[in-house]
């Protein structure tokens, strides 16, 4: 029988069980107990070691169950076959790959420019802390355990009740609460609606696009056609021409360039959609409520009589991006198949964190949150715009009617690039168009020749994330580096 | 000039600038006011109505803005052609589609039942809600606005710091941080693991298996081969021959079988993984907290030495459903490969949530609370054992080393139809072990004719959300059904 060297510690380091359970499985990874030799029954082991035998009943139970030994019956514990001993070279461990280079390097250039005109970020010093804080106390206090419970796949119904509302008062969408799908933010929710569109999807973007929503289709393997934009945004002829079943549109605020799109073309879009039996529009409708002169225009849907719209709305620029809230109001046709194929995938959002935000929402904190938001985006746009009143001259400015972006195009000759690096020289970032562009240099032209005489570079300032000193000082660094 | 036969209201309704704008804009859509009409100047159309000539221009403005009117300089505003008036039969509301009532009809067959042994829910009275409140109580007191902007697409790094030290001495697996990614839910990141495995991939499942991944699996349209289990779980051999590049195991637990995987069988399967350069293991650990006896065993990527096991890990049974919060953890070339076609993908867990879980675990309450739930749910499994005595001539009681359900099988010949038909006549819901099958007839077959002599009728009996007196009440009812 195998001589058991075992030298046990009593020292209030590992308790007796668990030195016995290492020592004999790491003999056995070590080739020093081979497969099918006999353990020392659970009585002498014991009495060897001066330990209960439970002790060692316990230490065996765990090399048992963890398939290292195995139990015949009458006749005691056996090593197992464990097939080889299964070594192969440990990949070794790189310092850091390149990608997290690349990512650590883009964040220290973050950190490089003084002025950041970012057309993403957003203001949060205007986020009701205090109403969130105390909502959130609120349902924890309720201290309801069901809301730790699993949820409905589509979203709580609460909150799809107070949604379609919201939609219905704010933005005109017609929709019941049984049509909104509650998730995880907006490429979450193209996720799914890839399962529900199916995977071979041949899709039309306008080009200048969203890139995210660009780069999500393409990892879909979406078939994407850039069609062609005017001023009124995607143009109708070309999109019949395209062969299509789908299209991505932003109408009440086209990213990059600030369409909104009018009615007459919306009329043009619901008639191509409505001309095919799977033809279907996605509106993207990402920053509506920031909408500064006149009423808020209604969305795509609200106009929509044939169900033919896939709206899908946000709270990260309402509220705050790391809320991570989105939601889908589905067609009737696609509701259906969503329900056959995909009503299995829980919902990604917790439940307590869709409660806050109905209680935000019903209890009208949203509403005035948006007021507020409204009015202190609207200041920073005016002064802004009043900014950039020397800059007329060389540029023209468009963009002011929503949103939390500027658009200057270039009446001279400069380039984006020239744009770009006399900025940067100044320490002030700036977002050139051909970023949102997503397809080769043929497209761009083609949109170019279309949307502005020639081809003038042209460029975005995001206003949102700045304070309105750093407006100031970022734009006299701009005057100084353009003018 | 069109005459405009507008009736301004002054008692406290709409305002006046939105009676003007809703008048003019019905006037296009009813075709009283056609393409190409030119509207009266903003000064004539004021002073014919006695109102401010800011007010006609505020609704002048927001026609615009919507493009039913157009400004032609020096010559006015005139009418849009909007392309038709596009009406189509507006979709006739149904009363509630099928799939709404399928719900319904399966929520109130749910209620139908007294004692429901379900093999998926969990008990929630352990829940420390105290210290989740406290947490989530200082992190919003801190009021670090930070928290509620975008985070980073793999999580925020603390957590995963968090995550990797928990799973390195918890399970043995071995991460860095940067191989984590936190995402909203098991079904979440298998969406995701899609995207980085590739839409082609012929995958090996056991049979029986976990019906919920099978079924995300089969919207993948992956191509999905199950492969003969013994009493070690996944057959190796079997896999070689299914000409699979992946395979989904959970070897810490099978669900439904119970089955620990032996490390000798472990070994095997990596040795099929490291037989093939794009072959890879899907570890599924989804309840391995919950072990009764002896020592946690180490997750199957604890002996991956090849970067070969995506292991993907659950709160979802150790804290609560309801939070949504899972992990997976990538081997170095899966990691690269996210990286260049993913990582685009924002997370899907909001920041908040991240930070209060981050400090539930690094503070030790996630630890305290698992010791206390595997109390709770050891004393339940000795319960239920206990009321199973006397169904011991009738029945093999097997899974007893992990989770929160037990598996009994007939030793007679009654069939898993009658044992159903038998419980549900006293109320009790049980689960047969056909409905995690997910293969045609034949496929079970074989499985059965491996696994256990026969084809004997086996039903599932799950513990986690029953209370003691619900367990003692249901096994009454079970023992006069069965016995």
Redesign the interface.
């Given at each position: 029988m195998y001589d058991m060297t075992i030298v046990l510690r009593t020292d209030g380091g590992k308790c007796l069980y668990?030195q016995i359970?290492e020592y004999i499985k790491s003999e056995i990874k070590d080739g020093k107990l081979l497969a099918g030799e006999r353990l020392p029954s659970t009585r002498s082991l014991a009495e060897y070691l001066q330990v209960a035998r439970s002790t060692v009943e316990?230490a065996y139970?765990?090399l048992l169950?963890?398939?290292?030994i195995e139990s015949v019956p009458c006749r005691g514990y056996f090593v197992?076959?464990?097939?080889?001993l299964?070594?192969?070279?440990?990949?070794k461990?790189?310092e850091a790959?390149r990608?997290?280079r690349g990512e650590e390097a883009a964040e220290r250039d973050s950190v490089r420019w003084s002025y950041h005109f970012s057309p993403h970020e957003i203001d949060?010093?205007g986020?009701p802390?205090g109403v969130?804080?105390k909502i959130?106390?609120n349902i924890?206090?309720s201290?309801n355990?069901e809301?730790?419970?699993?949820?409905e796949a589509q979203g709580d119904s609460n909150l799809r009740e107070t949604i379609s509302r919201y939609l219905h008062s704010s933005r005109g969408v017609n929709c019941?609460p049984?049509q909104i799908i509650v998730g995880?933010?907006n490429?979450?929710l193209l996720?799914?609606l890839e399962?529900i569109l199916g995977?071979h999807v041949r899709i039309a973007m306008e080009n200048p696009t969203y890139k995210?929503t660009y780069?999500?289709f393409k990892?879909f393997?979406y078939d994407i056609v850039t069609v062609d934009m005017d001023e009124?945004g995607m143009r109708p002829d070309c999109l019949t021409g395209a062969n299509v079943s789908a299209a991505y549109v932003m109408p009440s605020h086209q990213f990059p360039m600030g369409i909104?799109?009018?009615?007459?073309?919306?009329?043009?879009l619901?008639?191509w959609a409505?001309g095919g039996e799977d033809r279907y529009l996605i509106e993207d409708d990402y920053d509506s409520e920031f909408r500064y002169?006149?009423?808020p225009?209604?969305a795509l849907q609200a106009?929509d009589?044939?169900?033919k719209v896939i709206y899908i709305g946000t709270f990260?620029k309402a509220?705050?991006?790391?809320?991570?809230?989105s939601f889908m109001v589905l067609?009737?046709t696609l509701?259906?198949r969503y329900?056959?194929?995909?009503?299995?995938?829980?919902?990604?959002?917790?439940?307590?964190?869709q409660r806050i935000l109905n209680e935000f929402i019903r209890d009208g904190y949203f509403e005035r949150h948006l007021n507020k938001m409204r009015k202190i985006y609207r200041a920073k746009q005016e002064l802004l715009l009043r900014c950039l009143e020397p800059f007329k001259k060389k540029f023209e400015i468009s963009g002011e009617?929503t949103g939390l972006h500027l658009i200057l195009t270039s009446l001279g000759d400069v380039t984006e690039e020239e744009l770009l690096e006399q900025a940067g020289r100044e320490g002030v970032k700036v977002y050139g168009l051909s970023e949102s562009m997503v397809e080769e240099k043929k497209e761009r032209d083609r949109f170019c020749a279309l949307s502005s005489p020639g081809r003038r570079a042209t460029v975005l300032l995001g206003f949102g994330g700045l304070s309105q000193e750093q407006i100031i000082e970022g734009m006299k660094r701009l005057q100084k580096a353009w003018l």
């Open positions: 668990e359970y316990y139970d765990q169950s963890e398939g290292y197992c076959t464990v097939e080889e299964f070594r192969m070279e440990e990949a461990p790189r790959d990608s997290e949060m010093s986020f802390f969130w804080k959130t106390k924890l206090n201290g355990s809301l730790f419970a699993r949820g019941r049984e995880a933010g490429d979450y996720m799914l399962k995977r995210r780069r999500i990892s393997a009124s909104v799109m009018p009615i007459g073309r919306r009329m043009e619901l008639k409505a002169y006149g009423k225009i209604p106009s009589k044939s169900g990260s509220i705050a991006p790391a809320i991570r809230i067609p009737q509701l259906e329900r056959r194929n995909c009503s299995f995938y829980s919902c990604t959002v917790s439940r307590i964190d009617s």
